[in-house]
């Protein structure tokens, strides 16, 4: 067999066994050093005393990615219980067994009890992971990728958890809220991975870190439990008139504070939506502008290894362009399903769903973005699972500009959507777990080492967990 026939066959093989982390990923492993994590968060200095009281209590032979799955699991069941009672509402509404009244009163109230204590438990694991990835001496660029990547499916959970008890997931509600609030949320995550990606240094500001989110989460679904959902239903200025001034304004006496007090934007569960909305999107400008500053005020273009910087591997507007193609496109095929479909828009009929698939689509980039920055590689423009959603948005292109049906039942493409990019994820996840257990001869779940380990890149005394300053 010739050479070249040789190679090109175990480049074949090397790419169907392992064609996330290729033999040179591996290499660069050897390079890995834990990001630093700035954390100005005032809520997170205050409960780092708590984190570490919870850490000591943990055995030492519990693993950190193990306390992560934990915490993970939680709101994972969480979700999926949210998730399925307010697919019930929207069947029984559909079917006429209950009015919009009966709508408005939202979901169980111990699914809200159940949200806050998950999303806590969830929230006091993912601090003490790292903490206890110290203690072990067992932090690993796995426990970084395991750590984000599950922060990245968070985000979409959380979402959703905020969602439900507001009364924005209800069939009564413009949905266009709900997905915009997603695309912030998620755009906040990645752009906090895309900076931590050229700088190794992962920043949270107040009022938009991680720890802030899942307290605003918290705090509605708390809320949701004492008062009910129909609380942020209620407008603000009505409620300080009538709870806090006793004041009783009709539309005779003063019709521009009888306004007001009756302005659906005024609703508290609309200012929620709006201070999430607030707090992100000046965060994100901020990050970019901020790394891309810092970028361009380093001097040193190459490392001391005359090794050329990811930033020059992968330009800081090229890095954007797979999750930006992504985002833009997603956006656009919702704004032309709403505008040109002569049924209800996708938004409508399929909220949770293009929610959670908006939201897998996030966290698959994410954590190939993460991956990227651990094995010291640039970042591919565009990403093989891509293709579907370009044929999705094409198959209701072309019905809504030819007036017929699409080729392909929308409701068929969303749940193969689903599906895909599920089953992408949990392949990339089980891969690089394999790839790297191996290569770094660790176990995920075990502090144990195993028997055969080359190349050891763990127990390093710079290998702190990038997660370990919470």
């Given at each position: 067999m010739k050479p070249s026939s040789s190679l090109l066959i175990s480049m074949i093989k090397e790419h169907l066994v392992s064609p996330y982390i290729s033999e040179q990923a591996k290499n660069n492993l050897q390079k890995y050093k834990p990001s630093t994590q700035q954390d100005y968060s005032i809520i997170s200095k205050?409960?780092?005393?708590?984190?570490?009281?919870?850490?000591?209590?943990i055995p030492n032979y519990v693993a950190p990615?193990?306390?992560?799955?934990?915490?993970?699991?939680?709101?994972v069941v969480s979700y999926v219980m949210t998730v399925t009672a307010v697919h019930q509402n929207w069947n029984l509404k559909k079917s006429g067994e209950i009015s919009n009244e009966q709508e408005g009163t939202g979901l169980p109230s111990y699914i809200y009890l159940i949200n806050v204590l998950t999303l806590f438990w969830y929230q006091t694991m993912d601090a003490i992971d790292g903490k206890q990835a110290r203690k072990t001496g067992t932090s690993s660029p796995l426990g970084e990728l395991f750590d984000h990547g599950c922060d990245s499916i968070n985000s979409l959970m959380q979402t959703v958890l905020a969602l439900a008890p507001l009364q924005l997931l209800t069939a009564n509600e413009e949905p266009w809220i709900s997905f915009v609030t997603l695309v912030c949320v998620t755009w906040m995550f990645f752009i906090s991975i895309w900076q931590q990606f050229f700088t190794s240094v992962l920043s949270f500001q107040n009022f938009s870190g991680p720890t802030e989110g899942q307290f605003v989460v918290m705090f509605v679904?708390?809320?949701?439990?004492?008062?009910?959902?129909?609380?942020?239903?209620?407008?603000?200025?009505s409620i300080i008139l009538k709870d806090v001034f006793r004041v009783s304004i009709d539309v005779t006496s003063s019709p521009t504070l009888f306004a007001v007090s009756h302005s659906q934007w005024l609703k508290l569960k609309y200012l929620v939506i709006m201070g999430i909305v607030i707090s992100t999107v000046p965060s994100i400008f901020g990050i970019i502008h901020s790394t891309i500053k810092t970028l361009n005020e380093s001097k040193d273009v190459e490392k001391a290894d005359n090794e050329v910087r990811k930033d020059i591997k992968t330009p800081v507007w090229k890095s954007l362009f797979s999750y930006g193609f992504f985002s833009i496109l997603f956006i656009a095929w919702m704004l032309f399903s709403t505008i040109y479909s002569s049924k209800k828009?996708?938004?409508?009929?399929?909220?949770?769903?293009?929610?959670?698939?908006?939201?897998?689509?996030?966290?698959?980039?994410?954590?190939?973005?993460?991956?990227?920055?651990?094995?010291?590689?640039?970042?591919?423009?565009f990403m093989n699972i891509l293709f579907m959603l370009v044929f999705a948005f094409g198959n209701s292109l072309l019905a809504g500009?030819?007036?017929?049906?699409?080729?392909?039942?929308?409701?068929?493409?969303?749940?193969?959507?689903?599906?895909?990019?599920?089953?992408?994820?949990?392949?990339?996840?089980c891969n690089i777990i394999m790839s790297l257990t191996e290569h770094l001869g660790i176990y995920c779940f075990s502090v144990e080492k195993r028997m055969s380990?080359?190349?050891?890149?763990?127990?390093?005394?710079?290998?702190s967990d990038s997660c370990g300053s919470k």
């Open positions: 205050l409960l780092n005393p708590y984190w570490n009281y919870v850490s000591s209590l990615n193990t306390i992560t799955l934990v915490g993970f699991i939680a709101v679904n708390v809320m949701a439990f004492i008062f009910g959902p129909r609380l942020f239903n209620e407008n603000l200025f828009s996708l938004l409508h009929s399929h909220l949770l769903l293009i929610l959670y698939i908006y939201g897998m689509y996030h966290a698959y980039i994410v954590t190939r973005f993460i991956l990227a920055r651990v094995c010291d590689l640039g970042i591919p423009l500009f030819n007036g017929k049906e699409t080729l392909v039942d929308e409701s068929v493409v969303l749940i193969a959507l689903a599906v895909i990019i599920t089953l992408a994820y949990l392949h990339m996840a380990n080359h190349h050891n890149v763990t127990n390093s005394p710079n290998n």
